[in-house]
């Protein structure tokens, strides 16, 4: 009986206290400003900024990369394949993981750019294999 009684005033004052922190703390004036700070001109840049970027990309039968290597590539430096989707599971790839057709490769790059470069690389590989 004591246990429940003690829990009850536990709980009880946790979601008081809980519910009314943010509201005593603005008649106390302790409370952060509703107004947004001011972001400097390096703080902007920052958050510009991405920190990565990550795009899947199919490999259809007809591309250039299907059974090769991925260490055969050529692949541009900036980017890594960080997983590889082959029916419905995902591999961790290595530079001997030979791709296959309709793979689906999980591209990292530390920004848009690298991304860019790989989707270029590909379609171009992909229009030398047909021509």
């Known amino acids: 009986m004591i246990f429940n009684i003690v829990f009850f005033i536990s709980v009880?004052?946790?979601?008081?206290?809980?519910?009314?922190?943010?509201i005593v703390a603005t008649w106390l004036k302790v409370a952060l400003p509703k107004k947004e700070k001011v972001l400097s001109a390096i703080d902007q840049f920052v958050a510009d900024i991405p920190k990565a970027a990550m795009k899947?990309?199919?490999?259809?039968?007809?591309?250039?990369?299907?059974?090769?290597k991925i260490v055969d590539l050529?692949?541009?430096?900036?980017?890594?394949?960080?997983?590889?989707?082959?029916?419905?599971?995902?591999?961790?790839?290595?530079?001997?993981?030979?791709?296959?057709?309709?793979?689906t490769?999980?591209?990292?790059?530390?920004?848009?750019k690298g991304i860019d470069e790989v989707d270029e690389y590909l379609k171009k590989k992909l229009e030398l294999s047909t021509s």
């Open 56 to 68: 899947e990309f199919e490999v259809s039968p007809s591309c250039y990369v299907v059974n090769r």
């Open 12 to 22: 009880t004052s946790v979601l008081i206290q809980g519910t009314t922190l943010s």
């Open 74 to 103: 050529g692949f541009p430096r900036n980017a890594i394949i960080a997983m590889i989707k082959r029916k419905d599971q995902y591999l961790t790839p290595n530079g001997s993981t030979i791709i296959e057709p309709n793979d």
């Open 105 to 112: 490769l999980v591209v990292l790059s530390d920004n848009q």
